[in-house]
């Protein structure tokens, strides 16, 4: 039964790449640049997931205190940080050709870089715990806390900045702008990116706890 | 979090001080920092005429870094002299939280006592409207006081006393650093800013989840 979802998430990834260069259409003005959508959102999206399964996570081991929680919190961070380096990165491929310049404090970039320095905090904070235990504990207190900017960076920011940044699918107006075949592939490639997630994560916490929970990540 | 937590808080804050009158240690820190920093600035623009916009930035930075320099101490100093059990014995630990959080927001006040007046005269700033830039100041160091004060507590836990602070204490103040030198170079610039909702809900918001959270720190 695992292996034979392991191979339909290969099978259907490698449909999402297909699809995202040869079946879906080039967006009117952006040209082939527009393909960028089916990998750069799906991997913000992931980045996104992560921090939350983190979260959600780090509360619960605090309210049970079982370290297989905290694994599954560390490793979600981990994959986090991966996939936040990705969205990162192809977004400011994508500004750069679009907008004239990799970097321009955009909302949104602002908002990836600010994701990608909790995680990275993280893994220095986790360095310095010895006690597997007080590490579990103060590494869910501090992701958890971290979540005090997320209304900040979603909800107030954007208004007082302008965007440059493509509206996300789901946006103001609930509209979608993009044309069946677009979207068929966007979404696969949506859920086939929070596919590949839930099979890294799965394997990296899993990996963790045998590891007796006091490796960082080696 | 109830009333005898605010009562400890405010017997904290009094202890803290004058733990703090007697060494002045925590003050003098700050207030070097902060001194030497905007001197280092001075001395390399070397310009009397300076950008408002890049002078509320530097400020800015000036304040972030003299925070993660100084706000650790008071709960450092609760560890190293091993009086922090005492201290969650007496009072609740949101008491504990809400008093260091207090006492490291007059430490702040003090130095920007000390550092603003020299930063506007070796900048050469001319102030707006003084009631927005110091309730930018304010404001801006209140959620300066309530992010760091957590973030510390969390440190004063491990064996790394070090830059830690500033590394883990970044991301949490990113929005208030933007929010404060947008409203601060607003008021420089002789305006309102539009950031000012930001200013006053960050450290409500922050102070919430600290408030929440603390009481996982220290059990064990």
Known sequence: MDNLLKAGLGLWMTLVLVGAFLYAPTAAGLRELSRIIYFHVPAAWVAVLAYGVAMVQGIFYLRHRDLRFDAKSSAAVELGTLFAVLATVTGALFARETWGVYWNWDPRQTTIVVLFFIYVAYFSFRGTLADAHRRARLSAVYVVFAFSVVPFLVFILPRAYVTLHPSPLLNAGGRVDMNPQMLQVFLAALAGFTGVFVWMHNLRWRAEVLSGGDGDGE | ?220
């Open chain 2, 1 to 220: 979090m109830n009333y005898s937590s605010i009562w400890a808080a405010a017997v904290i804050l009094r202890k803290d001080i004058r733990t703090e009158l007697r060494s002045r240690h925590g003050v003098s820190v700050l207030v070097l920092f902060g001194v030497t920093a905007t001197m280092v600035i001075s001395f390399a623009l070397g310009i009397p005429e300076t950008d408002e916009v890049v002078a509320a930035a530097l400020l800015w930075i000036i304040l972030f870094f003299l925070s993660v320099a100084g706000l650790g101490y008071s709960f450092l100093r609760e560890e190293e002299q091993m009086t922090m059990d005492g201290l969650l014995m007496a009072a609740s630990v949101e008491g504990v939280y809400l008093g260091k959080a207090l006492f490291n927001l007059l430490l702040l006040m003090v130095a920007q006592g000390a550092v603003l007046p020299l930063f506007i005269l070796v900048f050469n700033l001319q102030i707006g409207p003084w009631a927005r830039f110091l309730t930018a100041m304010f404001l801006g160091s209140c959620g300066l006081s309530a992010a760091c004060t957590l973030v510390a507590a969390l440190i004063s836990r491990t064996q790394a006393k070090g830059p830690l602070l500033a590394v883990l204490a970044f991301p949490i103040l990113f929005p208030l650093l933007i929010a404060a030198s947008a409203d601060t170079a607003a008021a420089l610039l002789g305006g309102a800013g539009d950031s000012i909702q930001v200013l006053v809900l960050y450290p409500g918001v922050v102070g919430a989840f600290a408030l929440l959270l603390v009481k996982f720190i220290w059990e064990e």
